[in-house]
């Protein structure tokens, strides 16, 4: 099979990998890539919005299936695309998609189909909404409606900051569309997971469980930032919780689509928060995390293309997943400023002492190449994962992929998997 795969972070360079390892592949294209996903194939020049091009490419090279990455493409309705041009692509068409390009249509659909999450209003109205914050008081989150790529959620734990989320979103506009409306959410305690699942339409399976590390620095403080790292399998999430997750929030979300009439066919990322043995829904997403991906899908056994084909045929209930009995950590190497301001260009070193191995793996995100040299070329540019049997051993793993590799004022957190070691 041909595959294209879009998108161009870790998580990209992460399912190209594991998609290499299928045996029904024979050649992976990826748009447009980075020169992680280039070592398995080719880097096609063409964004990953660029639809029309995406579509002429998959057309002209006879593609058999396109795994799409990144929310944005989703959400702008690729997916709709190629099966209205009868190729096959993994992920939700677009009506499905808005279960994340929209947080006041997720917000409604949790309500109407009585899936636990945050209390909360829309405002499109900037006097209204800063009432109603300063009735509540803080802590409060303010969320943009639309996509903003990871920075349309403040969660003001000062009065203050609330009010100058909802200035800047109603007033000043600064997610422009994306930022016509907002929720206004109650402020939820607890500790947070990520569960990742397989959905079919009329089935959905959950993935392992992970954890990823939103804050830029350490013991979470700081600014929230794309993922500065995860683990999988996630101990918080164990058999008797993933059981509470699948009932009450899973198996209402699948119907709760079906009753919309919503076929939604591909990955659904429902990141939740856990307090006192309740979980609630803060996100949903239709796709892979980003750096989620890069410690499940190392420990997913099955083939990912039959996966993505069980899917596609709505036959996932046919299908066993099964999972390596193994542990999974990654520590993002970001650009020092990342999630604010940062310089791109710097030389990375190192990369070849940890490469070839299989128990460490250095997933490319912001890279590029330039006659032969490997430069910084974004905010997230490396993620560093290790596999092994115990979380203690994949943390120091890691950590030690991190020290063989260099460049010019990296940032990385000291402590992704500490969460996980207090469950031993
Ligand atoms: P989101 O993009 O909705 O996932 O929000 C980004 C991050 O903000 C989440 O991963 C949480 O860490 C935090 N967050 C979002 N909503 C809430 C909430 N209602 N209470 C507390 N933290 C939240
Ligand atoms: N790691 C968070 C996300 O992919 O949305």
């Known amino acids: 099979?041909?595959?294209?795969?879009?998108?161009?972070?870790?998580?990209?360079?992460?399912?190209?990998?594991?998609?290499?390892?299928?045996?029904?592949?024979?050649?992976?294209?990826?748009?447009p890539g980075n020169p992680g996903t280039a070592e398995y194939g080719e880097n096609v020049d063409i964004d990953g919005l660029d639809i029309d091009n995406l579509l002429k490419f998959a057309l002209e090279k006879e593609i058999d299936l396109t795994f799409v990455g990144p929310e944005a493409p989703l959400v702008g309705g690729i997916v709709d695309?190629?099966?209205?041009?009868?190729?096959?692509?993994?992920?939700?068409?677009?009506?499905?998609?808005?279960?994340?390009?929209?947080?006041?249509?997720?917000?409604?659909?949790?309500?109407?189909?009585?899936?636990?999450?945050?209390?909360?209003?829309?405002?499109?109205?900037?006097?209204?909404?800063?009432?109603y914050i300063k009735d509540k008081g803080a802590p409060i989150v303010?969320?943009?409606?639309?996509?903003a790529a990871g920075k349309g959620v403040v969660v003001a734990k000062e009065l203050s900051t609330a009010v100058e989320a909802v200035e800047s979103m109603l007033i000043e506009k600064k997610f422009g569309s994306s930022g016509q409306r907002i929720v206004v959410e109650e402020y939820l305690e607890g500790e947070e997971a990520t569960v990742l699942a397989f959905v079919d339409g009329k089935t959905i399976v959950p993935m392992i469980a992970s954890q990823d590390h939103k804050q830029a620095y350490d013991e979470d403080r700081g600014p929230n930032t794309g993922g500065m790292g995860a683990y999988a399998p996630a101990p918080l999430v164990d058999e008797k919780m993933m059981e509470k997750v699948k009932r009450e929030i899973l198996f209402p979300t699948l119907e709760g689509l079906k009753s919309e009439g919503i076929d939604y066919k591909g990955?659904?990322?429902?990141?939740?928060?856990?307090?006192?043995?309740?979980?609630?829904?803060?996100?949903?997403?239709?796709?892979?995390?980003?750096?989620?991906?890069?410690?499940?899908?190392p420990l997913l056994k099955t083939d990912l293309v039959e996966i993505a084909?069980?899917?596609?045929?709505?036959?996932?209930?046919?299908?066993?997943?099964?999972?390596?009995?193994?542990?999974?950590?990654?520590?993002?190497?970001?650009?020092?400023?990342?999630?604010?301001?940062?310089?791109?260009?710097?030389?990375?070193?190192?990369?070849?002492?940890?490469?070839?191995?299989?128990?460490l793996l250095v997933f490319q995100a912001g890279t590029k190449l330039v006659d032969g040299e490997l430069y910084t070329d974004g905010g997230r540019v490396l993620a560093v994962t290790a596999i092994g049997s115990s979380f203690m051993e994949v943390i120091e793993k890691a950590y030690s992929g991190v020290e063989k590799i260099y460049f010019p004022d990296f940032h990385i957190r000291h402590d992704i998997g500490h969460k996980a070691l207090k469950y031993i």
């Open 267 to 297: 990955v659904l990322y429902t990141g939740i928060l856990i307090k006192d043995g309740s979980p609630k829904v803060i996100e949903y997403n239709v796709r892979f995390g980003d750096p989620e991906a890069q410690v499940v899908l």
């Open 142 to 147: 303010v969320k943009a409606e639309g996509l």
């Open 309 to 359: 084909l069980a899917v596609i045929e709505g036959s996932l209930s046919e299908l066993e997943i099964e999972w390596f009995d193994k542990k999974a950590l990654c520590v993002i190497m970001a650009s020092g400023g990342y999630p604010m301001e940062y310089e791109k260009g710097k030389l990375i070193s190192g990369i070849d002492k940890v490469d070839g191995r299989d128990d």
């Open 1 to 31: 099979m041909k595959i294209l795969v879009v998108g161009n972070g870790g998580r990209e360079h992460c399912l190209v990998w594991k998609i290499a390892q299928s045996k029904y592949v024979d050649r992976i294209y990826t748009a």
């Open 81 to 131: 695309r190629f099966q209205g041009a009868g190729l096959k692509a993994f992920g939700p068409v677009k009506n499905a998609a808005i279960l994340e390009g929209s947080k006041v249509f997720a917000k409604g659909f949790m309500k109407k189909y009585g899936i636990p999450t945050a209390e909360y209003k829309v405002f499109n109205n900037a006097e209204e909404a800063l009432e």
